[in-house]
């Protein structure tokens, strides 16, 4: 028997990664401007705004800026959030004012996922380390998703290395 997907099926993208760092710290991470504005965007990309208001009913505003790319701002408007165990929020592409926008309009395919739901869930570990697990839900297979996951891992390669520098307030 071998494994296929439909085309056109859903699934879910789902991420782990184990920091050498104990939960709180990569709970700041996720959660800190100072950190987020260090890891959030591909290589290539810096991440000029991080505005984070990490709290159930809340939207943070994140940028990620590539001189190649131009800016791609996007939302996280927050479900629930249980600090230092999970964040459930919907993520949206947006303006610079926080507005969605259709993915089309900013040259995504027709199934990029709108009002997508990402599961972050922090796992303490012993010897002050942490499992997190990014799930994305609801992606088509395909490029985009596969461009997703390699995002998100360069992504947490570079919260490794920002939690390995460690932040200082208003950094």
Same mark, same amino acid.
């Given at each position: 028997?071998?494994? $296929?997907?439909?085309?056109?099926?859903?699934?879910?993208?789902?991420?782990?990664?184990?920091?050498?760092?104990?939960? &709180?710290?990569?709970?700041? *991470?996720?959660?800190?401007?100072?950190?987020?504005?260090?890891?959030?965007?591909?290589?290539?990309?810096?991440?000029?705004? *991080?505005?984070?208001?990490?709290?159930?009913?809340? !939207? $943070?505003?994140?940028? /990620?800026? +590539?001189?190649? @790319?131009?800016? =791609?701002? +996007? !939302?996280?408007?927050?479900?629930?959030?249980?600090?230092?165990? #999970?964040?459930?929020?919907? =993520?949206?592409? *947006?303006?610079?004012?926080?507005?969605?926008?259709?993915?089309? $309009?900013?040259? /995504?395919?027709?199934? @990029?996922? #709108?009002?997508?739901? =990402?599961?972050?869930?922090?796992? %303490?570990?012993?010897?002050?380390?942490? &499992?997190?697990?990014? !799930?994305? =839900?609801?992606?088509? %297979?395909?490029?985009?998703? #596969?461009?997703?996951?390699?995002?998100?891992? #360069?992504?947490?390669?570079? /919260? %490794?290395?920002?939690?390995?520098?460690?932040? $200082? *307030?208003? +950094?």
């Amino acid at each position: 028997m071998t494994d $296929s997907v439909t085309p056109g099926a859903k699934q879910d993208l789902v991420i782990k990664r184990v920091f050498d760092a104990p939960v &709180e710290q990569v709970w700041n *991470a996720w959660t800190d401007p100072a950190y987020v504005r260090q890891w959030w965007g591909p290589d290539g990309f810096t991440a000029p705004v *991080a505005n984070m208001d990490v709290r159930e009913g809340g !939207t $943070s505003l994140l940028c /990620m800026s +590539s001189p190649n @790319f131009g800016e =791609h701002y +996007s !939302t996280w408007q927050y479900r629930s959030v249980e600090p230092m165990k #999970q964040i459930v929020y919907i =993520h949206n592409l *947006a303006d610079r004012d926080g507005n969605a926008v259709d993915p089309v $309009s900013m040259g /995504m395919p027709p199934d @990029f996922p #709108q009002n997508q739901l =990402h599961v972050i869930t922090f796992n %303490a570990l012993s010897n002050n380390r942490t &499992e997190l697990t990014v !799930t994305e =839900h609801d992606w088509t %297979a395909g490029q985009m998703m #596969q461009m997703s996951e390699l995002g998100m891992n #360069q992504c947490l390669d570079k /919260m %490794a290395r920002a939690l390995n520098r460690g932040v $200082s *307030a208003g +950094s």
